[in-house]
């Protein structure tokens, strides 16, 4: 199937924005859905809806096992051994908390380091600096190259042995940049310290295998690959899943509840407090199946193409300045001269382009980058090179209209 043949399978596509066809190049922010999600959706909500894991009625059987059966596909996806390592999570967000609340807790002390990089999203920032004050720990960065790439010389260097928790994007949401995270896993495991890997965006984009990577949580969200809003896994090696405690209590979870005291379920349920996200992991589930039958081959090459020919087609913008490294995912992220990126932003808008500008949930990485603020175009599998024209062609249009400021 190619681009144009996908792009048939996402309905919302298929309409007009500002008078101009939709060109939607903020999936990095979150995808649109295909309609074998919608119909998956649609069908739970109409045909079998109920709650899960209670009850021995025939719609909540169905419920159960269709619940159940998204998180068997989200462990095929990943390449986990067992169900148990799979947790149903609101997202990224949620399931790097998890880590820093349950894991984090129990194993890091006062000295301790905690490592990342300045290119995190906030959301593998902001439960470690927590984390970090609430133990007295001390969190450190691996600086980054000039290209916005990592350097295993400086992971050597940031990681000692008072390391308890390394925490790495796979691929970064502003830059693109592909993290080689089975070296710094190696280098982690190497100080006696875990790591956890941020894969919201690179599990829709590239090939996850956590054997590969060599990680011990990994974490990521449905929405980001064509499922819905509100789900997303965490990815957890057993051991030490299994002696982590909960951070949701109340229904779902417990084994037994006495007065005084209480014992939980076993591996995952034990973190999946309350009704679960029912739709949604069954949705998710869908979208599971929709990427995995598309074949991340394919995926990957064709972002490829499109950063390629998004490359070729931009070269020709004077003041264009295009932040991270050659070799990337799918992500676009750019200034033009001095115009305001939510400026370009609303230009483009007016031309039926879907860009975001801001600071990306990365404000340290725009420090870094020595801007406040940029407009990112970031692709999926149901974007064309025509989408790239039409972004280029608002860009000149932007230019054309901010012309003073090139003067
Ligand atoms: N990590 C990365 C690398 C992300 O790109 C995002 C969301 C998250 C974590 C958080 O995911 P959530 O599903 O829990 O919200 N990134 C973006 C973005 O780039 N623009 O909007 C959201």
Same mark, same amino acid.
């Given at each position: 199937?190619?681009?144009?043949?996908?792009?048939?399978l996402?309905?919302?596509?298929?309409?007009?924005?500002?008078?101009?066809?939709?060109?939607?190049?903020?999936?990095?922010?979150?995808?649109?859905?295909?309609?074998?999600v919608?119909?998956?959706?649609?069908?739970y909500y109409?045909?079998?809806?109920?709650?899960?894991?209670?009850?021995?009625h025939?719609?909540?059987?169905?419920?159960?096992?269709?619940?159940?059966g998204?998180?068997?596909?989200?462990?095929?996806f990943?390449?986990?051994d067992?169900?148990?390592e799979?947790?149903?999570?609101?997202?990224?967000?949620t399931?790097?908390?998890?880590?820093?609340?349950?894991?984090?807790?129990?194993?890091?002390?006062?000295?301790?380091?905690?490592?990342?990089?300045?290119?995190?999203?906030?959301?593998?920032?902001?439960?470690?600096?927590?984390?970090?004050k609430?133990?007295?720990?001390?969190?450190?960065?691996?600086?980054?190259?000039?290209?916005?790439?990592?350097?295993?010389?400086?992971?050597?260097?940031?990681?000692?042995?008072?390391?308890?928790?390394?925490?790495?994007?796979?691929?970064?949401?502003?830059?693109?940049t592909?993290?080689?995270?089975s070296?710094?896993?190696?280098?982690?495991?190497?100080?006696?310290?875990?790591?956890?890997?941020?894969?919201?965006?690179?599990?829709?984009?590239?090939e996850?295998?956590?054997?590969?990577?060599?990680?011990?949580?990994f974490?990521?969200?449905?929405?980001k690959?064509?499922?819905p809003?509100?789900?997303g896994?965490l990815?957890?090696?057993?051991?030490?899943?299994?002696?982590?405690?909960?951070?949701?209590?109340?229904?779902?979870?417990?084994?037994f509840?006495?007065l005084h005291d209480?014992?939980?379920?076993?591996?995952?349920?034990?973190?999946?407090?309350?009704?679960?996200?029912?739709?949604?992991?069954?949705?998710?589930?869908?979208?599971?199946?929709?990427?995995?039958?598309?074949?991340?081959?394919?995926?990957?090459?064709?972002?490829k193409?499109?950063?390629? $020919?998004?490359?070729?087609?931009?070269? =020709?913008l004077?003041d264009?300045?295009?932040?991270?490294? /050659? !070799?990337?995912? @799918?992500? #676009?992220?750019?200034?033009?001269?001095?115009?305001?990126?939510h400026?370009?932003?609303t230009v483009?808008?007016?031309?039926?382009?879907?860009?975001?500008?801001?600071?990306?949930?990365?404000?340290?990485?725009?420090?870094?980058?020595?801007?406040?603020?940029?407009?990112?175009a970031?692709?999926?599998? $149901?974007?064309?090179k025509?989408?790239i =024209?039409?972004?280029?062609?608002?860009?000149?249009?932007? /230019? !054309?209209?901010? @012309?003073? #400021?090139?003067?």
């Open positions: 199937m190619n681009a144009k043949e996908i792009k048939k996402f309905p919302i596509l298929d309409q007009q924005v500002n008078g101009n066809p939709l060109v939607y190049l903020d999936s990095a922010a979150t995808s649109q859905k295909p309609i074998q919608i119909e998956k959706l649609d069908d109409r045909r079998y809806n109920s709650n899960v894991h209670r009850g021995v025939t719609l909540g059987t169905i419920a159960t096992d269709e619940y159940e998204a998180r068997e596909k989200v462990r095929a990943l390449n986990a067992e169900v148990a799979i947790v149903f999570t609101r997202g990224t967000t399931a790097l908390n998890l880590v820093a609340q349950s894991y984090g807790n129990d194993h890091v002390s006062e000295g301790d380091e905690i490592v990342i990089t300045p290119m995190e999203h906030h959301s593998n920032i902001i439960p470690w600096q927590q984390l970090a609430r133990k007295g720990a001390v969190l450190k960065y691996i600086p980054l190259q000039a290209d916005g790439t990592i350097d295993l010389v400086d992971v050597e260097k940031t990681i000692t042995e008072r390391t308890k928790i390394v925490s790495v994007m796979h691929v970064s949401n502003v830059l693109g592909i993290n080689p995270i070296d710094i896993a190696k280098i982690a495991h190497k100080n006696g310290a875990i790591m956890a890997v941020d894969g919201a965006q690179s599990a829709p984009h590239i996850v295998d956590i054997k590969e990577l060599g990680c011990d949580f974490a990521f969200s449905g929405h690959m064509g499922g809003t509100g789900i896994a990815y957890g090696r057993k051991e030490l899943l299994e002696k982590m405690e909960p951070i949701d209590f109340g229904g779902e979870m417990i084994d509840v006495g209480s014992t939980w379920k076993e591996l995952p349920w034990k973190f999946e407090g309350g009704t679960p996200i029912i739709a949604g992991a069954i949705g998710f589930g869908a979208a599971i199946d929709f990427v995995s039958d598309l074949g991340f081959n394919e995926i990957e090459q064709h972002e193409e499109l950063v390629d $020919y998004s490359f070729e087609r931009l070269a =020709d004077k264009l300045t295009i932040f991270g490294p /050659k !070799e990337r995912a @799918g992500v #676009v992220t750019f200034q033009l001269g001095d115009v305001h990126p400026d370009v932003a483009l808008d007016a031309e039926g382009i879907a860009v975001r500008a801001g600071h990306h949930c990365a404000q340290p990485l725009m420090k870094w980058l020595n801007v406040v603020a940029t407009a990112r970031s692709y999926y599998v $149901y974007n064309t025509e989408d =024209d039409a972004l280029a062609n608002g860009l000149v249009k932007a /230019k !054309e209209y901010f @012309g003073d #400021v090139f003067s």
